[in-house]
């Protein structure tokens, strides 16, 4: 069968003119301070160099900014590093110029109302693992941070949950989802991805299996509160990375690799605090080792960007209307995501034949991994 | 749409299928498209996708990512289908 004939099936013909009329989202990311009252363990700003540049801090100037943005074709921002809530001025100048777009935020400050992104509030643990985790700037171990979470942003609908698997936590989910599922809130899942030259303690290795049974568990436990699908657990928990699976438009991959720029390698930026940008670390995920990325940030554009790759199979094209289903529901406020369509069975299916395509393979050389550090 | 004749205005139909439903104001498009129009100017990367997708099943080709460029316009394509399955344009 072909993709035109997947389109005669109306379940998946309704779902792909649902996704599709998002097509035209047009995202780059922002860093709008180096501020931030915690360091979480490999955190993706205070990699590299960024954290080094000296901010912008006139709000009329990222004013201008951001419509100069807006010009260049942007319609979907993304406010990230570091705790884009402590400088409340310049998310309203970016609100005020683009109206769509996310903040990725601790959640230790509340963000005013006036400014209509979704919200993602990262979560780490539970009341044991989060201080640990993600420390205060000085060192010592950090607040749970979930409390304040709930309570900054009761009711709130700009709000996901953002709980990111590493190579401790995968139990400690069942409080943090019992309680955000208890408040009303919804939660999507990311997964550690270590930053370049780096061995980090939270790098999920041999945990990746345990990781995505989990994941599987929570959306069948909690249906109405996990915006996740199969096919977003089984390709973030592949033992390859995102990259490795799908290839990656971003620039800084685009580049490192010599492709012609298309869709997203075209106008996708990474600006820092001083709004400069650097092609070769245009990413959503900079100083990110690609080799271990799966990032939900990454995955939304890797995965979405690959249609083609999706079409060989009516099962994989599920799997895709799915993932682009669940990425539209954790990005934009007012969309909401359908049914799975990329069913359980098709996810013992697939995970079969991935086991017996490994069984099948030559047996590799016993890899040379450094001993675990300890956290 | 008959399999057997490559013409511009097969393609069009091909075109306009592929954008229905979607983000493109098709009426304004159908007026301002003319076969050198440059479609990377036009659709988004997905879009394109889907029409190259159309094209690969109506045409019964294989179109390679590496050829995406030579898809520029309703001619190249022509042109490019051409190339692909020369016996159809002798219908």
Redesign the interface.
Known sequence: MSFVEYLEKPELAERYNKVRRHFYLRESAYDVTSACQLRCEGCYYFQGDKYTMADQKDPEEWRAFFQREKERGITYVVLAGAEPALVPKILQACYDAIPLGSIASNGLRRISPNVGYRLHLSVWGDSTGDPVYRRYAGGRPGPNCLPTQLQNYKDDKRVVFVYTFNHHNTNELDEVLERVSDAGHRLSFNVFSQPRETTSPLKLQEMLDRTRDKMVEALEKYPDTVIYSYYNAEVHTDARSLHQLFGCPYPRAAMAEGSVPTGLSKSFRSYRTDLSHKEESDCCVPDTDCADCRHYAAGSAIVSSRFALHVDSERKFRGWLDYVDAYLATWLIDYRRGPNLYTRADYLASQAEIRESARMAPAPPPPRQPAQPAL | MSESQITDSNVFKILWSALE???YDLESLQRSVDRDTNLGEIL????M??F???L???YKIKIA?AD??RLSSIATIEGYVRDKRPALTEA
């Open positions: 439903g979607g983000q988004d990367s997905l879009d996708t889907d190259v997708l159309r690969e099943h109506h990512q995406f460029p």
